[in-house]
């Protein structure tokens, strides 16, 4: 069975700051991981994915992952956060054989303060 | 081109009553997920179709939830009876083959039952 571990459900960054959001899986074959966001009153929206390619991976709005297996770890960050990142954030986990069953984590709600 | 279409977005009924859930997939997607967040709680998948027949229901949590995907197009996910219990997101997803490693979501259909 596939998990991801996202703690604190709430985080707050200051505009123009570090975003970091953490997340740690549990995985008993090769896995496929996945960010989405999910903006106010809108769907899920991937934000970026790791399909066992380039460990460090970029995707929109500015967002990176890196892949660290021996940590089991694949932390997302930006920069420098701007008003429109506020949103909840989803890590999600897959196995690779794209049968695109996903096992999310809790979300992590974040509020940039100006 | 159109994205995963869910309706209704919300949804307020009592419990005993019936509540039928729809989701048109991106057209020529043969595959379908269904997903549900609970209150406080992760998205957790419900089950997974392959053109019209169930590939994997293992998430489905009792009998009261009926799932169907007639003529491999849209879906609907029937609960009946609703209970209390049953309140949260519906999501659906869908992707193209098998292998495809990304799910495209609907904005979720928001279920009340009081």
């Known amino acids: 069975a596939q998990s991801v571990t996202q703690l604190g459900s709430h985080v707050s960054v200051s505009e123009g700051a570090l975003v970091l959001l953490r997340c740690n899986y549990s995985s008993s074959v090769p896995p496929y991981l996945f960010w989405y966001v999910q903006y106010p009153n809108q769907g899920l929206q991937l934000l970026l994915k790791?399909?066992?390619?380039?460990?460090l991976v970029k995707g929109i709005n500015g967002f990176e992952a890196e892949f660290k297996k021996s940590e089991t770890s694949f932390h997302l960050t930006k920069p420098s956060a701007h008003m429109s990142d506020a949103a909840e954030y989803f890590c999600?986990?897959?196995?690779?054989?794209?049968?695109?069953?996903?096992?999310f984590g809790k979300g992590n709600q974040v509020v940039v303060i100006p | 081109e159109a994205g995963v279409t869910q309706f209704p977005s919300h949804s307020v009924i009592e419990k005993g009553q019936t509540v039928t859930l729809r989701c048109d997939p991106i057209s020529g997607h043969d595959n379908l997920y269904w997903y549900r967040r609970v209150m406080g709680k992760e998205i957790k998948f419900l089950l997974h179709?392959?053109?019209?027949?169930?590939?994997?229901e293992s998430g489905m949590p009792n009998n009261r939830f009926l799932a169907e995907r007639t003529g491999g197009t849209y879906s609907t996910l029937k609960v009946q009876p609703a209970e209390l219990e049953d309140s949260g997101v519906y999501f659906c997803?869908?992707?193209?083959?098998?292998?495809?490693?990304?799910?495209?979501f609907g904005q979720g259909t928001r279920l009340t039952v009081v």
């Open positions: 179709f392959v053109k019209e027949s169930k590939q994997d």
């Open positions: 999600a986990v897959s196995d690779v054989y794209g049968n695109n069953r996903l096992a």
């Open positions: 790791y399909t066992s390619a380039a460990t």
């Open positions: 997803a869908s992707s193209p083959y098998e292998g495809y490693t990304e799910a495209f």
